[in-house]
C-alpha cells in the first residue's frame, strides 16, 4: 500500500473514533429516577420507552415528553412483561454497549498498527539512504587495455611513469637499494590533456586493477560520509593487493584549509582529506598500491597532500608541442579514410594550444562532416572547417538579418586586428579572416596563429594586447569614436586579462614593481588596489594609442583588407598577403 494510502486511511480511523468518543462525552447524561418512581410513573402511563439490556446494572427510559432517565435494572424475567402489559415500548440493547467498546479496541489497534508501520517503514528508508550515502558503488577494472603506445605526446610524462610502473611490477628490485614505492602522483595541467588516460595507461602497462573515483564523490553535506567513503575505497583496494587508485579532480577535496574568518572551516571536507592522507600513510612500501591524482590547479591543494610521503611525484601534464599534436593527429585518424589531399604537418603547426581532447573533437568534427557529403573520406576542407569550428563555432546559415552597416563594421574590426597582427606581430600568422558570424555568437573572426613557445615575455604580451586592441581602435579610426560598437567586449576582455597578468603577477610594471599581488591580497595587504587599476589603465592607453597611429598611417591597406572581406567573406593568409604585398 502506497504510503499517502495509509495516511488517508489512518486519519479516516482516527477521525470516526475520536468524534464516537467525544459523541460520548457531550450527549447530556439522563436524569437518574428511583426505581420506585418508576414503578409509580409506568403505572399512570408517563412512561413510553424503555432501552432495556440485562448486561447493564441500570435501564434508559424516555417519558413522554421525550426526556430521558436512567434507574436501577432488576434483572427479572417478569421485568419485561410488567412493561408490556403498560403499553411501554421495549428496546433491548443488549450487546451494543460491548460492541462499541470492541470497535474502540479494534479502531485503535488499526491506529496503533498504522502509525507504527509508517515509523517503521520511514526508519528502514532513512537506515538505507544513509547506508546508500556512507557508501561508494566501486568497481575495479581489472584488465586495463590501454598502455603508453596509446597515449600521444608528454614524453616526459611517460618516461616518468615507466619508472613507476617498473615499480610496480619488481619491487624486489627497488626494495634491494632501499627505494621505496612513491605513495602518491599527482597529474597537473590544463583540462583536457590527457591526466585520466595516462593514469589507465599506468594500470594498463602494470597489468594491476584500476580504481577510478572523482574527488567530488567525497563530498557531502552529511558530516563523516566523506571520510567513511575514502576508507571503504582504500580497504577495498588492500583487499586487491596491487593496484592505482586514481582520484579526478582531487581539487574538490583536497583545498588548502585555511578555514573562515572565524577560524572554522569545512568539517565535513577537513575529516574527509584527514582520512585520506591518513589513509596514504598507512600504506606498506611493499604493497604496490599507488594512488594518482589530477587537478587543473595544483596550486590551491593543501600543503599536507603535497609533502614527501603522500604524493611524491608531482607530474605536469601540459599542452603537447608539434611534434605531440603530430602523434595525436596521427591516432586519431588510424581509423579514420583520410584523403590524400590532408596534411598533418600543416595541422599540427596550425593547432597551437590545441589539448589532446580538443585535437580529438576536431577529428571527430572532420569526420562527421564528410559522413554527412559521404565522399569516402575525409578531405582537407572537412579538417579545415572543422578546424574553425572547434574554435569559433559553426557558420551561420541565415544571414538575412544582417544589416549592411553591420557588415561594415565587422569587416574593419575583423581587418584591424588582421592588419596589426601582419604590421607589429610578423611572427605570427593570419590564416583566416572572415565576418560570417558564427553560432557562438561571434560577428566574424581573425584566427592568429602564434609560434609555438615555452614562455611569453613581456614583448609578446604587449603584442597580444595590441592585436586585441586593434579591432576597436580600427572602429574609431573609420567611423568615429562616437560609433564605437560593442564588438570589442571580448577583445577588451582578453587584454585586460593580460595586463592584470603583466602588472599583478608577473612583475612587469616599473611603478608596481617586481611584487606579485595575489601573495599580497591573500595577507591582508589589499590597499593598493586602486594604484594598481591606474597602472593598468595608463598601460592600456599607451598601447592603444599606438595600434591607433599604426591603422592611421596604413589607413589604405586597412580599406583594402575591409573591401576584399565584404566582396569574398572570408580571406585566407596567401590572399591576405597579396592585398598587403607581401612578398
Do not use: W
Not at 59 to 85: S, V, W
Not at 325 to 332: A, E, M, N, S, Y
Amino acid at each position: 500500500m502506497k504510503r499517502k494510502g495509509v495516511i488517508v486511511m489512518t486519519a479516516t480511523i482516527l477521525v470516526v473514533c475520536i468524534s464516537y468518543i467525544l459523541y460520548g462525552f457531550f450527549v447530556p447524561t439522563p436524569s437518574k429516577m428511583s426505581y420506585n418512581d418508576f414503578l409509580d410513573a409506568s403505572g399512570r402511563g408517563k412512561i413510553s420507552k424503555v432501552y432495556l439490556n440485562d448486561d447493564e446494572s441500570f435501564i434508559t427510559l424516555e417519558d413522554n415528553n421525550g426526556k430521558k432517565f436512567i434507574t436501577d435494572n432488576p434483572r427479572t424475567e417478569a421485568f419485561k412483561e410488567y412493561l408490556l402489559k403498560h403499553d411501554i415500548e421495549v428496546k433491548e440493547t443488549r450487546g451494543q454497549f460491548q460492541i462499541r467498546n470492541f470497535a474502540i479496541l479494534i479502531g485503535g489497534s488499526i491506529i496503533v498498527f498504522m502509525l507504527l508501520s509508517i515509523i517503521s517503514k520511514n526508519g528502514s528508508k532513512q537506515l538505507q539512504k544513509n547506508n546508500r550515502i556512507s557508501s561508494m558503488q566501486i568497481t575495479p577494472v581489472n584488465s586495463m587495455h590501454i598502455r603508453f603506445d596509446d597515449v600521444a605526446g608528454n614524453e616526459e610524462a611517460k618516461e616518468s611513469m615507466r619508472d613507476l610502473v617498473d615499480f610496480i611490477k619488481n619491487p624486489e628490485k627497488y626494495s634491494k637499494y632501499g627505494a621505496r614505492l612513491p605513495r602518491g602522483v599527482i597529474f597537473y595541467g590544463p583540462p583536457g590533456t590527457g591526466k585520466t588516460l595516462m593514469a589507465k595507461a599506468v594500470a594498463g602497462e602494470a597489468g594491476v586493477p584500476f580504481y577510478s573515483v572523482s574527488g567530488s564523490d567525497f563530498v557531502q553535506v552529511y558530516v563523516g560520509v566523506g571520510a567513511s567513503r575514502v576508507r571503504e575505497l582504500f580497504k577495498k583496494a588492500r583487499e586487491k593487493g596491487k593496484c592505482v587508485i586514481f582520484i579526478d579532480e582531487i581539487d574538490a577535496l583536497g583545498k588548502k584549509r585555511d578555514g573562515g574568518m572565524d577560524g572554522s572551516g569545512n568539517d565535513e571536507r577537513d575529516q574527509t582529506l584527514n582520512a585520506l592522507l591518513a589513509e596514504m600513510s598507512g600504506f606498506n612500501d611493499s604493497q604496490g598500491i599507488v594512488v594518482i591524482a589530477a587537478t587543473n590547479r595544483l596550486d590551491i591543494l593543501d600543503e599536507a597532500l603535497l609533502r614527501p610521503g603522500r604524493f611524491d611525484r608531482h607530474i605536469e601534464i601540459g599542452l603537447p608541442d608539434v611534434k605531440g599534436r603530430l602523434q595525436i593527429l596521427k591516432l586519431h585518424s588510424q581509423d579514420k579514410p583520410m584523403g590524400k589531399d590532408v596534411d598533418l604537418h600543416e595541422l599540427a603547426h596550425q593547432t597551437v594550444y590545441f589539448s589532446g581532447a580538443k585535437l580529438e573533437s576536431m577529428m571527430n568534427e572532420a569526420a562527421i562532416m564528410a559522413a554527412k557529403r559521404d565522399s569516402g573520406c575525409i578531405e582537407q576542407e572537412d579538417i579545415q572547417r572543422a578546424f574553425y569550428t572547434v574554435v569559433a563555432g559553426a557558420e551561420k546559415k541565415d544571414r538575412s538579418a544582417i544589416s549592411s552597416m553591420d557588415k561594415k563594421i565587422t569587416a574593419f574590426h575583423e581587418a584591424g586586428h588582421a592588419l596589426i597582427t601582419k604590421l607589429m606581430v610578423p611572427k605570427n600568422r593570419v590564416s583566416k579572416v572572415t565576418i560570417i558570424p558564427s553560432t557562438k555568437g561571434a560577428a566574424g573572426f581573425s584566427m592568429n596563429i602564434p609560434p609555438d613557445s615555452m614562455y611569453f615575455n613581456k614583448t609578446d604580451m604587449e603584442n597580444n594586447i595590441r592585436i586585441c586592441l586593434a579591432g576597436r581602435a580600427a572602429e574609431e579610426v573609420i567611423f568615429g569614436k562616437d560609433r564605437i560598437t560593442t564588438g570589442a567586449s571580448n577583445d577588451l576582455e582578453k587584454a585586460t586579462q593580460v595586463v592584470i597578468n603583466m602588472v599583478r603577477r608577473f612583475g612587469m610594471n616599473e611603478r608596481c614593481g617586481l611584487l606579485n599581488y595575489d601573495i599580497l591580497y591573500k595577507n591582508g595587504m589589499g590597499a593598493q588596489d586602486m594604484n594598481m587599476i591606474a597602472e593598468c589603465k595608463a598601460y592600456m592607453d599607451i598601447i592603444y594609442k599606438e595600434v591607433m597611429g599604426k591603422l592611421i598611417q596604413n589607413k589604405d591597406a586597412l580599406y583594402n583588407i575591409a573591401n576584399a572581406l565584404l566582396k569574398k567573406e572570408t580571406l585566407d593568409e596567401h590572399e591576405l598577403d597579396e592585398i598587403m604585398n607581401i612578398a
